[in-house]
């Protein structure tokens, strides 16, 4: 089993940044393809962000718009997201997500190992 645990969440003003983070347990971290996705009140959960498994490629949802930036720090067993010019419509429970494989992928269906998540609430 892998065990993923987010951090990095808060409260932000609009145009801020965050650093989310999610460290890996239990497996080889550079197995994995990693992933974000986010969920905001009401909605659905939504991709967000991938990058392979040494982190020679990465794909991004249409809404990041060039502020996110995957990256992975595979002798850490971390993930992260850093997010700059937040926006109130980033809100939500981000989360990462492990998929054992060497492919890229944008749907959560396709993700074997979750994390619980962190909050982010951007002000506007």
């Known amino acids: 089993q892998v065990q993923l645990v987010e951090s990095g969440g808060g409260l932000v003003q609009a145009g801020g940044s965050l650093r989310l983070s999610c460290v890996t347990s239990g497996r080889t971290f550079s197995d994995y393809t990693m992933g974000w996705f986010r969920q905001a009140p009401g909605k659905e959960r939504e991709f967000v962000a991938v990058?392979?498994?040494?982190?020679?490629?990465?794909n991004y949802a249409d809404f990041v718009e060039g502020r996110f930036t995957i990256s992975r720090e595979n002798a850490k067993n971390t993930l992260y997201l850093q997010m700059d010019d937040l926006k109130s419509i980033d809100t939500g429970v981000y989360y990462c997500a492990a998929r054992f494989s060497t492919f890229i992928a944008r749907s959560q269906k396709d993700y074997h190992y979750w994390g619980q998540g962190t909050q982010v609430t951007v002000s506007s």
């Open positions: 990058i392979s498994r040494y982190g020679g490629t990465t």
